[in-house]
T-cell receptor, first 112, second 113 residues
């Protein structure tokens, strides 16, 4: 089955800096890569996703890049703010009826 | 998006008892999922619940311990049976929308004493 590795497990940045979280996947048939943000005590929520037919997608301060050849994808957060502090999960899926496989999560702390 | 509610939001239970968690979705969905999230850990899929068929359990999870019901397309229950302290965790239900987008319920925090 699919295996998703996520790094780093913890990330500490100063407000205004950029943060990058990286994930690798093992199944070359995976074609859908969502990212979830989970604030303390709350449910995971989808913040951005990318499909295998594009290499990059942006939404304001958040961007995701995908390298299909290397089988890795990354989440980029620019101009970080304290409210970006949360646990971020990546996932990979083959779409259709295939259930996404989640990474282990990255705890991001943005210091004011 | 999807509006998902869970009951109870939290509970404290004695070992050996059982807890049933309810999940309600605002519209019909084919597949519902149950996840466990232990403190500081990732999301571990327990089982997939399809209406009208037996739930499909992931490796390490069995029906006797985690019986699931799916009586209709908007509702499911997960029971955690014969509770032990190791079952203390957050249990989340989830549904699929828009082909693959996954939405999560608010979770049920279980503490077993």
């Amino acid at each position: 089955g699919e295996n998703v590795e996520q790094h780093p497990s913890t990330l500490s940045v100063q407000e205004g800096d950029s943060a990058v979280i990286k994930c690798t996947y093992s199944d070359s048939a995976s074609n859908y890569f969502p990212w979830y943000k989970q604030e303390l005590g709350k449910r995971p929520q989808l913040i951005i996703d990318i499909r295998s037919n594009v290499g990059e997608k942006k939404d304001q301060r958040i961007a995701v890049t995908l390298n299909k050849t290397a089988k890795h994808f990354s989440l980029h957060i620019t101009e970080t703010q304290p409210e970006d502090s949360a646990v971020y999960f990546c996932a990979a899926s083959k779409g259709g009826s295939y259930i996404p496989t989640f990474g282990r999560g990255t705890s991001l702390v943005v210091h004011p | 998006s999807a509006v998902i509610s869970q009951k109870p939001s939290r509970d404290i239970c004695q070992r050996g008892t059982s807890l049933t968690i309810q999940c309600q979705v605002d519209s019909q969905v084919t597949m519902m999922f149950w996840y466990r999230q232990q403190p500081g850990q990732s999301l571990t899929l327990i089982a997939t619940a399809n209406q009208g068929s037996e739930a499909t359990y992931e490796s390490g999870f069995v029906i006797d311990k985690f019986p699931i019901s799916r009586p209709n397309l908007t509702f499911s229950t997960l029971t955690v049976s014969n509770l032990s302290p190791e079952d203390s965790s957050i249990y989340l239900c989830s549904v699929w929308r828009d082909q693959e987008t996954q939405y999560f319920g608010p979770g049920t925090r279980l503490l077993v004493l």
